[in-house]
Each structure stands twice: as C-alpha cells, then as structure tokens.
C-alpha cells in the first residue's frame, strides 16, 4: 500500500530510531513495536485478567493500570507506514531530501541517559542488587511550544476556609485569571455542601468578568469533595483536547464524609480522558491519603499547603509547571534481559512517587521543559556469564506538541559487563566506586522508604516499631543536613509514643517533606 | 547475601542500603568499633575559647559534607545502631564513622550558659580536640573553628 510521503512528520521518531539508522535497525525497531501494538497482540492482553488491586495503605499515588488501549489501532498504523516508507530506499531517499529541504532533520525530542550503580559485576552463584539511574529531559534544541491550557480550579468555600485561607485563595485565582494566555479555557467551581459554578469556561475569557465573579465567593458550610469535583469535570469535559493541557486543581482544609469511593471513582475516569487532578491540602485537617490517591488514579500530583501564606505561591508555581510542559503522555517501557527482574521504580525528581511497572511499561506523566524526570530502578540480577551483558531496553514514549501530533519515541540499552575474577576481591578494594548521584538518590529514598513503612505501621498498630523507624529515619534527615524534618520525624516518634496516633500535621509534613528529598544529577553520561 | 552490620537484616550481593535501619550498606564489613593501631596521646589542657551567645553548631567533614544543628539540647555523636536501640544525634557512618573507629556513643556536644563545651563518652579510640586526647566524661570548651577529632575522624566546628 502506498502512502502519500508527509516530509512534516517524523517517520524515524515514529519508529524511535536515529536518522542515519541502518536497514537491521529499523527492522528490528519496527518488529519490536509491531509486537506491541498489533491487534491482536493487543487484544490477547485485553483478555487477561486485572491483576488484583493493591491495597492502598498510606502508599502514595497508587496508580490504575492503563485505561483501555485507545488509539493503538492508529498507532499501529503510523507504525506500519513509517516502516513501509524508511524499508524501501527509494522512498526513504526521497523523504531524506525533502526534509533536509525544510530543514526538518533535527535531533531527536527528548534526551534520555543513565547510570548504573556498578558497571562491573562479579560473576556470583547467587542474586545481586544493581540500581540503573534513568534522566529524561526535553532537547535543548527543540523550542518548547506552550499548550493551551484547559483548567478548572475547584475550590473549598466551607466555613473553615473564612478570613486569610480564603482570601489567599482568592488572589491566588485573580493572578491565573492574569496569566491565563489567547487559547486557555478557565473555569472556575466553589463547593461547600454543594457546588457552584463561578466562572463558567468560555473562549475567548472575560478576564474581568472572572476576577469580579472570584472575588464574590463567601465562606460558608460544609465540605463535600464530590460536588466540587463532579462539577469541575463537567466543565472540563465541555472543552477537552488532546491538543490541550487539562487539568483541574482541587483545593480543600477538610476532611470530606462519605464520598471517598466516589471521589476515587470520578479521579479514575479523569485519568482516562487524560484530564490531571493536582490536588492541594492546606492546615493539618483534610484527608491525605484520599486527595494522594485521587492525584495518583490522574496521573497528578498531591501538595500540602502548610500555611495560608504559601497558597499564592503554590498556585503560581503550578501555573508555571502547566506553561512549562514540553511533553505529554510520557510512557517508559522497560523490556528486561534474561535473568533481569526489576524489584521496584521510583520517580526520584521531580518528586519521589513509586511507580508501577504495568505491561512492561511505566506511566510518567508529563515533563516539563526546564525540569528533567529522573527514575530509579531496583533491580534483581541472577548469575550471568562473563561478558558484556544487555540488561535493559529503555524505550521513551511521548507526544511533543512542539513537534507534531505523532508519538515520539527513543530508545536505549543499558549493559554492564560481568567478570569472574571479581569474586575474589575483597570489600570495595579494587572495584570502582559506586556513583555519587546513585548513593545520594538511594540514600534519599531509603528515607522516604521509612517513612512510608512507618505510616503503614501505625496503621496496623505496630506502634513501638513505628517510633522506632521514626527515630531512626530522623538521624538519617539529620545526616543529610534536613534539620526541620528530622525534628518533624522525632516530634512524631514522641507524639505517636505518647497517644499511639500521629499528629495530623506532622503525618503531613513527614509524608510530603520527604518526596521533596529529590536529586537532579549534573552530570549523566549517556 | 551481605547483612547489615546493625540490624541483621539480609539483602542481595551490591544492595546500597538496608531498608531496616536506613544504614549504608557498601563498605561496612563489621559491627563492632575496632581499635586503631600506632596513635599517640598527648595530655594537653585545651585553652578555653569565648563562645558567647552561640545558638547552632555545624561540623564539617574533610569529605566535604556538612551537618547544622540548633544547641538548644545536648548533641550526641556516634554511630547508629537500630538493632541495639543507639540512636545518637549525627550518626557518622555515612563519614565512614566504622572504618574511622568512632564509637556508637562517642561523644557529646553541650552548651552550658555561654560556653559550648565538647565530652568524650568512654569511647574507645578517644576524642581529640585539636590534636590532643581528652580524658573521658569531662566536658572541654570549644571555639569556633576548633578540629574535634573522633578516633581518626576530624570534624572542623563552626559556632553561629
């Protein structure tokens, strides 16, 4: 079947190879990903039972399995041509030209290396730990190009929020509304008992109009999440596009009764639709581990807001991140070696979150332009022969507006090399030491770790191991020079001693002091 | 299999940290404080430095690294050992506090009216303060800028 040749798409990112790759690699490129998104391949996974849910226990943004496999036709398809284009080099020449032209022969979107904690393994009888450092970044060359935004702020008017949260609150959405850009669609949505809509999205926004109608909203009543969030979805879904950023951003100080399955129910369907929860807790009384989830079912992120005077702050920051998107739908996809299993996945920056390996792949989210992604693997190696070994196939998946519309794709191994000699030395003498950033990002992450089995423990009432693991973790902050958390940690293991509970605010600063220990290494050699 | 010198626990061949007790794994071989081998010790009498008003203290290590913490109460020094419930304030084995011969007690900071004062707890290889030895239990005035050494540990203290 012929295609007409469209010199504007990127048939090599298609299939996630190099320009200058040679025949071998595009077929095995194109083999690998046919596996992947074939029909039938896809409907064979389809029929498969959902692994069992994990019990949400204080774990943070625990995420659903994929939705169902929307577009994969279609990006079986653009495979299939981009394949059938670069195999015949006749066609593939052609297309060379044409782009070269156009001056459309640019480096790849995205930049992906990693370090791994010993390049150099000793041959052993038994497992071995080895930990694979991954950074993702936006390519400087490629000029980021701001999505539209399509947002809804949903915010708590209860009675709780009167005097200086709530007037926080309101400068914070008069400052979106003077930010919001030609193409952005806002809405805004107040809830207390019930919810009402106080901006209704519109295109183009009438900024005045918004900042009149935000300045009206009173403080009064209860809090009953759902409402606000039903409503916040329903105006979202009026104006959705893939094209668009869209997100919605809870803000609530209370703890909601009830509604916490239907909450969980309604995250998941944004998810689906691609619509990101950001939601934001302020003071010591809303429900953590419910606003987490609902952020985590979205492919978003939870904050703490732990005074009325950052709410500005946190709201601008977030408008920030949102016109700094360079990537969405960013999906990793690991396929292990013989012998390679991978125990755990953090993301380690922006923010530490456990992550799911999913069908061979992790969900990620977006990236922003400034802000690279780094992820951690754990993973579990049994014996190998000597010799340079392949461990992993990293493959980075993503849609980049600045681009296209077509999914972005690049690739890279990850080989170490084993040795039997090795075995014989003793201690660390004589093997290369273990990568600074890899033992900083450990080293922060076995913080964050005890933190959260220390939550778990008091959940299950293993109160004397909890304090203990507190107390610990809190030398551990000490070490790395966080004071102010460290002394959250002990306050806690003396609170929780005394009333076998934690404080709701230091259950908070704990939890979200420690996804703030995050690293970005300088230097990663690819 | 390796096991974690402070609380037992066993991992794989390479693991970095015990997920325990938080412990850095790669290097440590024993649990114990081994005696050094071929030190001198020197009786001197420290002078005494002025230290008025001083409210945190920060160490910094020949590593490069650097801890702060508040005076406010009493700082203990050592290694951190979950398994036997020592929790000291700086744990140094990230310091390579093992290999250096510090002590899971070694030794304490205090601040007492305007004086900070530094105390050897009993530990093994001994506390030094700018090269000479001091004798156990007896708190020594400390200045800012002094090298508090623990076994072969020096630690340079800044008074804020």
Same mark, same amino acid.
């Given at each position: 079947m012929k295609h007409e040749i469209d010199p504007q798409r990127d048939y090599y990112a298609i299939l996630g190879v190099l320009s200058d790759a040679d025949e071998q690699t595009i077929k095995r490129a194109y083999r690998q990903l046919a596996r992947r998104y074939h029909p039938d391949a896809v409907a064979r996974r389809a029929d498969q039972p959902e692994p069992a849910e994990?019990?949400?226990?204080?774990?943070?943004?625990?995420?659903?399995?994929?939705?169902?496999?929307?577009?994969?036709?279609?990006?079986?398809?653009?495979?299939?041509?981009?394949?059938?284009? *670069?195999?015949?080099?006749?066609?593939?020449?052609?297309?060379?030209?044409?782009?070269?032209q156009e001056g459309l022969d640019r480096p790849p979107a995205f930049v992906l290396s990693t370090i791994v904690s010993h390049e150099l393994l000793p041959c052993l009888d038994e497992s071995q730990s080895l930990y694979v450092l991954v950074k993702i970044s936006a390519a400087e060359e490629i000029e980021s190009r701001r999505m539209p935004l399509n947002l809804c702020l949903v915010l708590d008017r209860s009675t709780s929020m009167k005097g200086a949260r709530l007037q926080q609150v309101k400068e914070a959405a008069r400052y979106i509304v003077d930010q919001l850009g030609e193409d952005d669609i806002l809405s805004v949505i107040s809830f207390s008992d019930r919810a009402e809509i106080v901006v209704a999205g519109q295109w183009?926004?009438?900024?005045?109009?918004?900042?009149?109608? &935000?300045?009206? #909203? /009173?403080?009064d009543g209860g809090t009953e999440l759902l409402q606000g969030l039903k409503a916040g979805l329903e105006e979202l879904s009026r104006?959705?596009?893939?094209?668009?950023?869209?997100?919605? &951003? *809870?803000?609530?100080?209370?703890?909601?009764?009830?509604?916490?399955?239907?909450? !969980?129910?309604?995250?998941?369907?944004?998810?689906v639709q691609h619509i990101q929860l950001v939601t934001m807790g302020i003071g010591p009384d809303?429900?953590?581990?419910?606003?987490?989830? +609902?952020a985590g079912l979205s492919g978003g992120i939870s904050l703490y807001i732990d005074s009325a005077a950052k709410i500005s702050r946190t709201f601008q920051e977030q408008i920030h991140t949102m016109g700094d998107v360079f990537a969405q739908n960013l999906a990793l996809l690991i396929h292990c070696g013989e012998g390679i299993e991978v125990r755990e996945i953090f993301? &380690?920056?922006? /923010? #530490?979150?456990?992550?799911? !390996?999913?069908?061979? /792949?992790?969900?990620? =989210?977006?990236?922003?332009?400034?802000?690279?992604?780094?992820?951690?693997?754990? *993973?579990?190696?049994?014996?190998?022969?000597?010799?340079r070994v392949r461990l992993l196939q990293l493959a980075l998946e =993503?849609?980049?507006?600045?681009? =296209?519309?077509?999914?972005?794709? &690049?690739?890279?191994?990850?080989?170490?090399? @084993?040795?039997?000699?090795?075995?014989?030395a003793t201690g660390t003498i004589g093997r290369p030491p273990v990568p600074p950033d890899i033992v900083t990002a450990m080293g922060k992450l076995t913080i964050y770790k005890m933190q959260a089995r220390a939550l778990a423990e008091v959940e299950t009432g293993q109160i004397d191991t909890a304090v203990n693991r507190l107390k610990t973790m809190a030398t551990r902050l000490l070490n790395i020079g966080e004071a102010e958390l460290a002394r959250a940690a002990l306050l806690e293991a003396g609170h929780l001693a005394q009333t076998g509970s934690l404080s709701g605010e230091g259950r908070k600063k704990l939890r979200y002091g420690t996804r703030g220990l995050t690293i970005v290494p300088k230097e990663v050699h690819p | 299999? #390796?096991?974690?010198? @402070?609380?037992?626990?066993?991992?794989?061949?390479?693991?970095?940290?015990?997920?325990?007790?938080?412990?850095?794994?790669?290097?440590?071989? =024993?649990?114990?404080?081994?005696?050094? #081998?071929?030190?001198?010790?020197?009786?001197?009498?420290?002078?005494?430095?002025?230290?008025?008003? @001083? +409210?945190? !203290?920060? !160490?910094?290590?020949?590593s490069g690294g650097r801890i702060e913490l508040p005076l406010s109460k009493e700082i203990v020094l050592g290694r951190l050992d979950a398994g036997r419930a020592v929790f000291p304030d700086i744990d140094l084995t990230n310091e390579q506090g093992m290999e250096m011969g510090v002590s899971r007690r070694h030794a304490r900071v205090v601040r007492r009216g305007n004086q900070v004062f530094v105390e050897d707890l009993n530990s093994l290889n001994g506390t030094f303060l700018n090269a000479a030895r001091l004798a156990p239990e007896l708190p020594y005035p400390i200045k800012d800028g002094d090298k508090v050494q623990l076994g072969k540990l020096i630690l340079t203290v800044h008074l804020k």
């Amino acid at each position: 079947m012929k295609h007409e040749i469209d010199p504007q798409r990127d048939y090599y990112a298609i299939l996630g190879v190099l320009s200058d790759a040679d025949e071998q690699t595009i077929k095995r490129a194109y083999r690998q990903l046919a596996r992947r998104y074939h029909p039938d391949a896809v409907a064979r996974r389809a029929d498969q039972p959902e692994p069992a849910e994990q019990s949400g226990q204080g774990e943070p943004g625990a995420e659903d399995g994929a939705p169902a496999p929307a577009g994969t036709a279609e990006r079986f398809r653009e495979i299939q041509q981009a394949y059938e284009l *670069l195999n015949d080099p006749q066609q593939r020449e052609t297309y060379d030209h044409w782009r070269r032209q156009e001056g459309l022969d640019r480096p790849p979107a995205f930049v992906l290396s990693t370090i791994v904690s010993h390049e150099l393994l000793p041959c052993l009888d038994e497992s071995q730990s080895l930990y694979v450092l991954v950074k993702i970044s936006a390519a400087e060359e490629i000029e980021s190009r701001r999505m539209p935004l399509n947002l809804c702020l949903v915010l708590d008017r209860s009675t709780s929020m009167k005097g200086a949260r709530l007037q926080q609150v309101k400068e914070a959405a008069r400052y979106i509304v003077d930010q919001l850009g030609e193409d952005d669609i806002l809405s805004v949505i107040s809830f207390s008992d019930r919810a009402e809509i106080v901006v209704a999205g519109q295109w183009p926004a009438d900024k005045a109009a918004a900042r009149a109608a &935000i300045s009206r #909203i /009173q403080a009064d009543g209860g809090t009953e999440l759902l409402q606000g969030l039903k409503a916040g979805l329903e105006e979202l879904s009026r104006w959705r596009r893939d094209d668009m950023l869209n997100s919605l &951003i *809870l803000l609530t100080d209370g703890q909601t009764y009830g509604d916490d399955q239907a909450c !969980l129910e309604e995250a998941g369907w944004a998810g689906v639709q691609h619509i990101q929860l950001v939601t934001m807790g302020i003071g010591p009384d809303w429900n953590d581990d419910l606003l987490d989830r +609902m952020a985590g079912l979205s492919g978003g992120i939870s904050l703490y807001i732990d005074s009325a005077a950052k709410i500005s702050r946190t709201f601008q920051e977030q408008i920030h991140t949102m016109g700094d998107v360079f990537a969405q739908n960013l999906a990793l996809l690991i396929h292990c070696g013989e012998g390679i299993e991978v125990r755990e996945i953090f993301r &380690i920056a922006p /923010q #530490i979150k456990p992550l799911h !390996l999913d069908d061979s /792949q992790v969900a990620l =989210g977006l990236l922003e332009k400034q802000q690279p992604q780094v992820v951690l693997l754990e *993973l579990l190696v049994s014996s190998q022969q000597p010799g340079r070994v392949r461990l992993l196939q990293l493959a980075l998946e =993503g849609s980049v507006p600045a681009v =296209g519309d077509h999914m972005v794709r &690049i690739q890279q191994d990850v080989a170490v090399t @084993f040795a039997p000699d090795l075995t014989g030395a003793t201690g660390t003498i004589g093997r290369p030491p273990v990568p600074p950033d890899i033992v900083t990002a450990m080293g922060k992450l076995t913080i964050y770790k005890m933190q959260a089995r220390a939550l778990a423990e008091v959940e299950t009432g293993q109160i004397d191991t909890a304090v203990n693991r507190l107390k610990t973790m809190a030398t551990r902050l000490l070490n790395i020079g966080e004071a102010e958390l460290a002394r959250a940690a002990l306050l806690e293991a003396g609170h929780l001693a005394q009333t076998g509970s934690l404080s709701g605010e230091g259950r908070k600063k704990l939890r979200y002091g420690t996804r703030g220990l995050t690293i970005v290494p300088k230097e990663v050699h690819p | 299999m #390796i096991k974690c010198p @402070f609380c037992n626990a066993v991992y794989p061949e390479n693991t970095l940290f015990c997920q325990e007790c938080g412990s850095y794994l790669a290097g440590a071989n =024993g649990q114990g404080t081994d005696p050094l #081998i071929g030190q001198t010790v020197a009786e001197v009498n420290p002078t005494a430095g002025d230290s008025a008003g @001083f +409210m945190t !203290l920060t !160490l910094a290590f020949d590593s490069g690294g650097r801890i702060e913490l508040p005076l406010s109460k009493e700082i203990v020094l050592g290694r951190l050992d979950a398994g036997r419930a020592v929790f000291p304030d700086i744990d140094l084995t990230n310091e390579q506090g093992m290999e250096m011969g510090v002590s899971r007690r070694h030794a304490r900071v205090v601040r007492r009216g305007n004086q900070v004062f530094v105390e050897d707890l009993n530990s093994l290889n001994g506390t030094f303060l700018n090269a000479a030895r001091l004798a156990p239990e007896l708190p020594y005035p400390i200045k800012d800028g002094d090298k508090v050494q623990l076994g072969k540990l020096i630690l340079t203290v800044h008074l804020k």
